[in-house]
């Protein structure tokens, strides 16, 4: 075991930042999918 393994900085878990992420992602490509819907419901008009 090294020194870094010892002295750990963040004790916090991981769980929070990856599921914003997740969050974040997921809700920027549903964003691209309901704009694409959008403009293609609008060229049969």
């Not at 004790?11 to 293609?40: M, R």
Request: charged share 15%; aromatic share 16%.
């Amino acid at each position: 075991m090294n020194k870094f393994e010892k002295e750990v900085q963040d004790n916090s878990n991981d769980i929070v930042p990856s599921a914003v992420g997740f969050i974040a992602s997921f809700g920027f490509f549903a964003l691209i999918f309901i704009i694409a819907n959008i403009v293609d419901v609008a060229s049969f008009l």
